[in-house]
């Protein structure tokens, strides 16, 4: 290493144009990474980060630019070679083998002649590097019995066993609750202070502005902001993603609206769980037509397994469980259990009709249906025959939503409905929400931001190790998440 | 109104017009399809060439064996189409939801086997009566048959894939102790089944040996067509296919039961394959009595990319290979297992275009 190559950029991505047919998804991008620093990569849903984050990471091949690692000019055919590269990424979905072990997943990461050397007794060794890196993890854990924190935590400490000098984190904080995201990103900060870097794509101003050295914003396809964290602002960054000063606030306030009858009534209710023995705990509650109750709870305290059965999509142990038809489930996973992505987006919507909706499918009605909601829901598509997968995250939402409300639905279930999107869509999912409630609907809404769960409910249920508890009418943030941690 | 709106809307998100989708449907459906057949019949010349044979005379053969006449059309390319194109819409149905039916051999001899039994007691029945009942009995005993992996499946999570193709050594055995046992002729002779009553043999279209399970294959194909693209239940096998999870969560369904239906019928469509080959070619149970058809139909439906209409065509097509293999061992002195070869090369093609399809479909998905 020469001088020269110490004080290189660790990553350069200079001129950057990527076209996904005929729409251009990156438009002359310059970005840069300084060794040993953080650089915050900010932009609403379908901007462009993940693309550039691809194309850094080998997964796609941009149309034009050029890429340099410390100072070197590569090309990179394949994320083979900008693993060789010293470039670790962490997707926003892991990608663990769900059937194996923690320590098997780290071996499967590992080179090939350090797998040999450590092939077997790695159990320990995963078990003290992890907690030497401050992500501790039980390495004999299977992935699939793992919440979804701790599969974080894998894919992180995998990039790094693979000997990755720069990490690109793909919203790692999206589905962590707010104290997990807190200690993941100290974990960043070290790896950052050993002289690595990061990039780290988030939707939130203020993770960026705590923790990262530089940020760069990218607004469809073109950076439009691009200083060190501390010489910008919130509103500075806000603006440059989108594009004016956004209504940020909510639509209409909680308690305009008149709760009617109860269309979610359960009552010694007694909860299955995935594994193991049901829930210990008896729930009872009530929703009432009108209402938008959120639930606040920390990962794991059975506010999903709630929330499905409340769905029918699995059956409770025990108890009464009255809930109103129909029923539309908004599930947490869009990618899994929402939409089908290589199906078209008439094919989806389609795959959401309700049982009764006759044996025989007529397709060109469907799709001038599909075409219909494209347009009321503002779902950017190339059309009803686009494929779901072509979609961005938020445009997936806003279909898996705009599917579920077009059933006139009186009772909608929904896990973190505005996962992943920026705050303009998170804003247009509640709205929507809202507007069935106002129309008659019971909302029963899960959401791992607190935030969301307070600012966006009537009326707010704490979750606890299967409990459920009422939150005091006007209890505010610390009063909730004593609550939620069992510290009153 | 619709006009106006669409002058307002980006090149890029504007729909494409029918014409183009029907376009661009047509590249990556009918394209792959033309490459392999085209690659296959080079690579069959140039292997027959390698191997010393001359392959214009060869190819000239095959042809003529296989269209060269209205005898050779009708009673050798169809009649050879027949089970194939059965056999390939059951192996079809059960991979539009994902499941592997690689029992269709051993589903065909449990439908002879049924067909055979039924024909020696329904004698005294009217022809159309008798050919029913053959017909029920073997669609049953393909449920029968198949039902063994399907509760696999189900109670343990054996893979169907392995239990079908391991009852197919178990039909196999089980034909052969049938010809020699239960069901061997009157005489006691030879390894074979009585020859089938007149009324349940199935009629022909005059001067030709094409039989009326051909018309069977027509009418299969026309049913799968429209529960493929017409009913819901197709529609969400498919997705299934895909995603279970969603068709569970989203459409409420219980895939685990739809699968299991799917393979079920399956195995009923595929028996019928025997109960048609016994009825309307050898006209009694015989050992060996299928040439592998079970194994074919797979590239044929492969080939066909599932779609029912589409099987018909390349039904027809193996069915012209394995006939005009026939003459070219007659008249070019070329083994007839060379038709294998072509299978072989069909499959690999298919899969290879698959592969680099779904390659391609990750790095989009990645975006």
């Known amino acids: 290493m020469t001088a020269h190559d110490a004080a290189a950029p660790a990553l350069e991505l200079r001129d950057i144009t990527k076209w996904f047919g005929s729409l251009a998804a990156l438009r002359d991008v310059t970005f840069t990474v300084r060794p040993g620093t953080l650089h915050a990569l900010?932009?609403?849903?379908?901007?462009?980060?993940?693309?550039?984050?691809h194309i850094a990471y080998g997964m796609l091949r941009p149309e034009l630019g050029s890429i340099r690692v410390d100072g070197h000019t590569v090309k990179f055919r394949s994320p083979r070679d900008a693993r060789a590269a010293g470039i670790g990424m962490v997707h926003q979905h892991p990608t663990s083998i769900a059937a194996m072990t923690v320590a098997e997943n780290v071996e499967l990461a590992m080179g090939r002649q350090q797998a040999a050397?450590?092939?077997?007794?790695?159990?320990?060794?995963?078990?003290?590097?992890?907690?030497?890196?401050?992500?501790?993890?039980?390495?004999?854990?299977?992935?699939?019995?793992?919440?979804?924190?701790?599969?974080?935590r894998l894919e992180i400490v995998k990039a790094i066993v693979g000997g990755a000098r720069l990490l690109l984190l793909d919203e790692p904080t999206a589905v962590l609750a707010p104290s997990e995201a807190a200690e993941l990103m100290s974990v960043v900060r070290d790896y950052v202070a050993q002289g690595n870097s990061a990039v780290l794509i988030t939707h939130?101003?203020?993770?960026?502005?705590?923790?990262?050295?530089?940020?760069?914003?990218?607004?469809?396809?073109?950076?439009?902001?691009?200083s060190r964290a501390d010489a910008t602002n919130a509103e500075e960054l806000a603006d440059a993603m989108i594009g004016a000063a956004g209504n940020l606030g909510r639509s209409g306030g909680p308690g305009q609206r008149e709760p009617g009858e109860p269309l979610i009534v359960a009552r010694d209710l007694v909860l299955r769980r995935a594994a193991g023995p049901p829930s210990r705990r008896v729930i009872a509650l009530s929703v009432r037509a009108g209402e938008i109750v959120g639930i606040a709870a920390v990962e794991g305290n059975g506010q999903r397994e709630l929330l499905r059965t409340i769905a029918g999509v699995v059956p409770p142990w025990s108890g009464t469980l009255d809930v109103r038809h129909p029923v539309a489930f908004i599930p947490e996973d869009r990618t899994t259990e929402g939409l089908v992505s290589e199906l078209t987006l008439t094919e989806n919507v389609v795959l959401g009709d309700a049982p009764g909706a006759g044996w025989r499918v007529d397709w060109s009605a469907a799709e001038r249906r599909t075409a219909e909601l494209l347009r009321v829901y503002q779902v950017r598509a190339r059309g009803p025959g686009a494929r779901a997968r072509s979609l961005s995250g938020g445009n997936q939402q806003r279909l898996v939503l705009a599917r579920a409300l077009s059933q006139e639905p009186r009772v909608i279930i929904a896990e973190n409905p505005a996962r992943g999107l920026d705050v303009a869509a998170a804003a247009a999912v509640h709205r929507r929400l809202a507007e069935a409630a106002e129309a008659g609907s019971a909302v029963?809404?899960?959401?791992?931001?607190?935030?969301?769960?307070?600012?966006?409910?009537?009326?707010?249920?704490?979750?606890?190790?299967?409990?459920?508890?009422?939150?005091?009418?006007?209890?505010?943030?610390?009063?909730?998440?004593?609550?939620?941690?069992?510290?009153? | 109104?619709?006009?106006?709106?669409?002058?307002?809307?980006?090149?890029?998100?504007?729909?494409?017009?029918?014409?183009?989708?029907?376009?661009?449907?047509?590249?990556?459906?009918?394209?792959?399809?033309?490459?392999?057949?085209?690659?296959?019949?080079?690579?069959?010349?140039?292997?027959?060439?390698?191997?010393?044979?001359?392959?214009?005379?060869?190819?000239?053969?095959?042809?003529?064996?296989?269209?060269?006449?209205?005898?050779?059309?009708?009673?050798?390319?169809?009649?050879?189409?027949?089970?194939?194109?059965?056999?390939a819409l059951g192996f079809a149905l059960a991979l539009r939801g994902g499941a592997l039916n690689i029992g269709g051999e051993g589903q065909f001899y449990a439908g002879a086997i049924a067909a055979a039994a039924v024909a020696a007691h329904v004698a005294s029945l009217p022809a159309p009566m008798a050919?029913?009942?053959?017909?029920?009995?073997?669609?049953?005993?393909?449920?029968?048959?198949?039902?063994?992996?399907?509760?696999?499946?189900?109670?343990?999570?054996?893979?169907?894939?392995?239990?079908t193709l391991l009852m197919n050594f178990v039909a196999e055995a089980l034909v052969s102790w049938m010809v020699q046992g239960p069901l061997q002729e009157p005489t006691h002779i030879y390894p074979q089944s009585a020859t089938l009553p007149a009324s349940a043999v199935l009629p022909v279209l005059p001067g030709t040996r094409l039989h009326l399970g051909f018309g069977l294959a027509l009418v299969l194909a026309g049913v799968l067509w429209f529960v493929f693209n017409k009913t819901r239940w197709g529609f969400q096998l498919r997705a299934a296919s895909y995603e279970p999870r969603v068709v569970e969560i989203i459409s409420r369904r219980n895939v685990g039961a739809m699968l299991a239906i799917a393979l079920l019928v399956s195995g009923g469509i595929s028996a019928l394959a025997g109960a048609t080959e016994v009825g309307g070619v050898s006209r009694a149970l015989y050992q060996n009595l299928s040439p592998g058809y079970g194994?074919?139909?797979?590239?044929?439906?492969?080939?066909?990319?599932?779609?029912?209409?589409?099987?018909?065509?390349?039904?027809?097509?193996?069915?012209?290979?394995?006939?005009?293999?026939?003459?070219?061992?007659?008249?070019?002195?070329?083994?007839?297992?060379?038709?294998?070869?072509?299978?072989?090369?069909?499959?690999?093609?298919?899969?290879?275009?698959?592969?680099?399809?779904?390659?391609?479909?990750?790095?989009?998905?990645?975006?």
Not at chain 1, 127 to 147: F, I, K, N, Q, T
Not at chain 2, 29 to 53: H, R
Not at chain 2, 134 to 159: D, M
Not at chain 2, 317 to 330: D, I, K
């Open chain 1, 42 to 53: 900010l932009g609403e849903n379908g901007a462009g980060k993940s693309t550039l984050m």
């Open chain 1, 117 to 152: 050397r450590r092939l077997g007794g790695s159990v320990e060794w995963v078990r003290e590097l992890s907690e030497e890196l401050g992500l501790p993890l039980d390495p004999l854990a299977r992935v699939e019995s793992l919440p979804i924190s701790m599969k974080q």
């Open chain 1, 204 to 226: 939130k101003l203020a993770e960026a502005l705590a923790n990262a050295e530089e940020v760069t914003v990218l607004r469809r396809g073109i950076v439009t902001h691009r």
């Open chain 1, 444 to 488: 029963l809404f899960h959401s791992t931001d607190l935030d969301e769960v307070l600012e966006r409910s009537d009326r707010v249920l704490v979750m606890r190790q299967g409990q459920v508890l009422p939150a005091p009418p006007g209890a505010d943030r610390e009063e909730v998440g004593r609550l939620m941690l069992g510290a009153e």
């Open chain 2, 1 to 87: 109104m619709a006009k106006k709106v669409l002058t307002r809307i980006p090149k890029e998100e504007r729909e494409e017009s029918a014409f183009r989708r029907r376009l661009r449907v047509a590249r990556h459906t009918l394209l792959p399809v033309v490459l392999i057949v085209v690659t296959t019949l080079l690579v069959l010349g140039a292997a027959l060439s390698l191997a010393g044979y001359d392959a214009g005379l060869a190819g000239a053969a095959l042809w003529r064996g296989a269209f060269g006449s209205w005898d050779a059309i009708t009673s050798a390319t169809l009649v050879r189409a027949t089970p194939l194109i059965i056999l």
């Open chain 2, 131 to 163: 050919i029913g009942a053959t017909w029920v009995a073997a669609f049953a005993a393909g449920v029968i048959w198949v039902s063994v992996p399907v509760l696999l499946k189900l109670r343990f999570g054996v893979l169907e894939a392995i239990s």
């Open chain 2, 295 to 367: 194994f074919t139909a797979i590239a044929v439906a492969l080939l066909a990319r599932l779609r029912p209409g589409a099987i018909i065509l390349s039904g027809v097509f193996f069915g012209a290979l394995e006939a005009g293999s026939a003459a070219m061992q007659r008249d070019a002195g070329v083994p007839a297992v060379i038709v294998y070869v072509v299978e072989a090369v069909v499959i690999i093609t298919l899969l290879l275009i698959e592969a680099r399809g779904w390659r391609r479909r990750e790095a989009l998905a990645g975006a």
